[in-house]
C-alpha cells in the first residue's frame, strides 16, 4: 500500500452500518443492531477517518469532543475511539498512517489542545 495518508477519508452516514461493523468485528464483537442501523448522536462522523479496500472498511478511527479538568481549569480534548485495523491489514503501516493523520488534523485544527 502506497500513500495510505491519502487514502483515508470520513465516513458518511451512508457509510455507518460497514464502518461500525469493521471496528467491532476487528475485536470480535457483535454491534447491537440500534448501534449499526442508526448514526448515534455521539459520532461526529465528521472527526472520522476510514480505509476503504472495494466495499470493505479495513481500518477506522474517530474523535469526540470532550473536556478534560487540568489543574487550573477546564479545556478541549479529543477523545481518540475506534481506531481498528482488519487482521488482514496490520504490519503494512495502516495504523501509523491513520494516526499520523489524524493527530496532524488535530493540530492544524488548534481546537483542542490534548487529545
Known sequence: MTDLADQLRPATPEDWPSFSRAFFTT?????????????????ELDRSLGLWEGDRVVATSGVHSREMTVPGGVVPCAAVTWVSVAPSHRRRGVLTAVMRRQLTELHEQGREPVA
Do not use: C, G, I, T
Not at 475485536?27 to 459520532?43: I, L, N, R, T, W
Open 27 to 43: 475485536f470480535a464483537e457483535e454491534p447491537p443492531a440500534s448501534f449499526v442501523d442508526a448514526v448515534p448522536a455521539h459520532a
